[in-house]
C-alpha cells in the first residue's frame, strides 16, 4: 500500500462517486444540453451569488480562460511571485494571453492592497505595459496552503475598482479556506470579478475545474473555452462527480487540515527540520536541517512506501487528501518520529 502525499490530486474516485458517475444524465455540453452539467453550473453560480459559470477540463484551463476574459494582448497582470498562473501553467499567460506578469513578493503566496495599487503602472504612461488584472490564489498553493483573511480581498477588490482592474480568483482548493477559516463562498464572489474552483483536488473528483463569474467577464467565456479546446461532450459523468463532492467531501477536508497539523506538529519537533510553513489547511511546507539532504530524506520515505514532493530549493511538500487514511496517517507520523 503507497501512501501518497505528492497531492491532493492523487485521489480516486470513492464508491459513491463511482455510482454518481454510472448514472449521470448526458447530453452534448458544446451544445449545452447536458443536464448534469447544467446543474453543476448552476450550484456553483448560487453558491459564489455570481451570474454565470461554466465546466472546464482542467483549473489551469480556467485560469487561463480567465486571465483572456480580463485583459488585451501587450497588458499586465499583478500576481504574487510564486502564483500558479505564473509558475505552473507552461508560460499560458503569455502563449494565451500576450500579458506579462508584474511579480509581488508576497507573504506565503499572500499579497496585499497595498502592493497591488504600488504594482500598477500608470495607465497615461504609454511607455509601461497597462495593468488590468490582479490574481489572486486561495488557498496558496507554494505558499503553503495559507488562507487570505476576506478583509484583505475586499481592501484589493476595493483597489481594482478604483484603477479599473479586473479581479481574478485561482480558488483552485478555495473550499479548503472556506472550511478552515470558516467562510462562506458567497463572500469571495462579491469582491471576485471571476473565481476558479477545482473539483480535482481536495474535493476529490477525477477532473473539472467551475469557473464562475460576473455577466460581463462570463459572455464570452465559451468562445474562449472553445478555442482553448476546453469544449467537451457528454462530461456529464465529470459533472456528476463535481455534485458527489459538493454534497460530500466538502466538509470532510476538516479532517485533512486536522491530519497536516499534526505532521506539521510532529515535523517541527524533529531535530532534522530546519524549518516548517504555518499549517492552515492540508499543504504543507517544510525545509530539512543541512545535514540532511531532500533526496536521500525523499528516498528513505520511498522504501517505507511514503511519497512526498520536492519543490525545489530546500522547500519539501506534503499535501493531505481523502485517500490518506487514519491508518496511514498513525504509521506515517511513527515515521517521521523515529526517523534521524
Ligand atoms: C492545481 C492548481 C491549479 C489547476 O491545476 P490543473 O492541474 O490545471 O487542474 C490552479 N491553481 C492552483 C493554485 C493549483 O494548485
Given at each position: 500500500?503507497?501512501?501518497?502525499?505528492?497531492?491532493?490530486?492523487?485521489?480516486?474516485?470513492?464508491?459513491?462517486?463511482?455510482?454518481?458517475?454510472?448514472?449521470?444524465?448526458?447530453?452534448?455540453?458544446?451544445?449545452?444540453?447536458?443536464?448534469?452539467?447544467?446543474?453543476?453550473?448552476?450550484?456553483?453560480?448560487?453558491?459564489?451569488?455570481?451570474?454565470?459559470?461554466?465546466?472546464?477540463?482542467?483549473?489551469?484551463?480556467?485560469?487561463?480562460?480567465?486571465?483572456?476574459?480580463?485583459?488585451?494582448?501587450?497588458?499586465?497582470?499583478?500576481?504574487?511571485?510564486?502564483?500558479?498562473?505564473?509558475?505552473?501553467?507552461?508560460?499560458?499567460?503569455?502563449?494565451?494571453?500576450?500579458?506579462?506578469?508584474?511579480?509581488?513578493?508576497?507573504?506565503?503566496?499572500?499579497?496585499?492592497?497595498?502592493?497591488?495599487?504600488?504594482?500598477?503602472?500608470?495607465?497615461?504612461?504609454?511607455?509601461?505595459?497597462?495593468?488590468?488584472?490582479?490574481?489572486?490564489?486561495?488557498?496558496?498553493?507554494?505558499?503553503?496552503?495559507?488562507?487570505?483573511?476576506?478583509?484583505?480581498?475586499?481592501?484589493?477588490?476595493?483597489?481594482?475598482?478604483?484603477?479599473?482592474?479586473?479581479?481574478?480568483?485561482?480558488?483552485?482548493?478555495?473550499?479548503?479556506?472556506?472550511?478552515?477559516?470558516?467562510?462562506?463562498?458567497?463572500?469571495?464572489?462579491?469582491?471576485?470579478?471571476?473565481?476558479?474552483?477545482?473539483?480535482?483536488?481536495?474535493?476529490?473528483?477525477?477532473?473539472?475545474?467551475?469557473?464562475?463569474?460576473?455577466?460581463?467577464?462570463?459572455?464570452?467565456?465559451?468562445?474562449?473555452?472553445?478555442?482553448?479546446?476546453?469544449?467537451?461532450?457528454?462530461?456529464?459523468?465529470?459533472?456528476?462527480?463535481?455534485?458527489?463532492?459538493?454534497?460530500?467531501?466538502?466538509?470532510?477536508?476538516?479532517?485533512?487540515?486536522?491530519?497536516?497539523?499534526?505532521?506539521?506538529?510532529?515535523?517541527?519537533?524533529?531535530?532534522?527540520?530546519?524549518?516548517?510553513?504555518?499549517?492552515?489547511?492540508?499543504?504543507?511546507?517544510?525545509?530539512?536541517?543541512?545535514?540532511?539532504?531532500?533526496?536521500?530524506?525523499?528516498?528513505?520515505?520511498?522504501?517505507?512506501?511514503?511519497?512526498?514532493?520536492?519543490?525545489?530549493?530546500?522547500?519539501?511538500?506534503?499535501?493531505?487528501?481523502?485517500?490518506?487514511?487514519?491508518?496511514?496517517?498513525?504509521?506515517?507520523?511513527?515515521?517521521?518520529?523515529n526517523y534521524e
Amino acid at each position: 500500500m503507497i501512501t501518497d502525499l505528492r497531492s491532493d490530486t492523487v485521489t480516486r474516485p470513492s464508491p459513491g462517486m463511482l455510482d454518481a458517475i454510472m448514472h449521470a444524465k448526458t447530453g452534448d455540453d458544446v451544445y449545452k444540453e447536458d443536464p448534469t452539467v447544467n446543474e453543476l453550473e448552476q450550484r456553483m453560480s448560487a453558491l459564489f451569488g455570481m451570474d454565470d459559470a461554466l465546466f472546464f477540463p482542467s483549473g489551469s484551463m480556467a485560469n487561463q480562460a480567465a486571465i483572456k476574459l480580463h485583459t488585451n494582448p501587450g497588458e499586465q497582470l499583478i500576481c504574487d511571485k510564486w502564483a500558479h498562473v505564473y509558475h505552473y501553467e507552461g508560460g499560458g499567460v503569455s502563449f494565451n494571453s500576450g500579458v506579462s506578469c508584474k511579480l509581488v513578493d508576497g507573504d506565503r503566496g499572500m499579497i496585499t492592497a497595498s502592493q497591488v495599487e504600488e504594482s500598477i503602472n500608470p495607465p497615461d504612461f504609454y511607455h509601461s505595459p497597462l495593468t488590468s488584472l490582479v490574481c489572486l490564489e486561495n488557498t496558496t498553493n507554494k505558499g503553503g496552503g495559507a488562507c487570505y483573511e476576506l478583509e484583505t480581498i475586499k481592501e484589493i477588490s476595493k483597489v481594482c475598482d478604483k484603477y479599473g482592474l479586473g479581479l481574478h480568483l485561482d480558488g483552485a482548493r478555495l473550499m479548503n479556506a472556506v472550511i478552515a477559516k470558516k467562510q462562506q463562498p458567497i463572500e469571495f464572489g462579491k469582491y471576485a470579478d471571476t473565481i476558479s474552483v477545482c473539483f480535482s483536488k481536495g474535493l476529490g473528483a477525477p477532473l473539472g475545474t467551475v469557473l464562475v463569474g460576473k455577466k460581463g467577464i462570463m459572455e464570452n467565456a465559451i468562445r474562449v473555452r472553445k478555442v482553448l479546446g476546453g469544449g467537451m461532450r457528454q462530461v456529464g459523468f465529470m459533472a456528476a462527480a463535481g455534485i458527489y463532492a459538493l454534497d460530500n467531501n466538502v466538509e470532510r477536508l476538516e479532517e485533512d487540515h486536522r491530519r497536516a497539523k499534526e505532521i506539521s506538529e510532529v515535523l517541527r519537533s524533529r531535530p532534522y527540520i530546519n524549518k516548517v510553513e504555518p499549517t492552515e489547511t492540508n499543504i504543507v511546507i517544510f525545509y530539512l536541517a543541512e545535514r540532511v539532504s531532500e533526496e536521500n530524506f525523499i528516498s528513505d520515505l520511498q522504501r517505507k512506501n511514503i511519497l512526498i514532493s520536492n519543490m525545489g530549493h530546500g522547500k519539501l511538500r506534503i499535501v493531505t487528501h481523502l485517500d490518506y487514511t487514519e491508518d496511514m496517517h498513525a504509521h506515517f507520523l511513527e515515521v517521521l518520529q523515529n526517523y534521524e
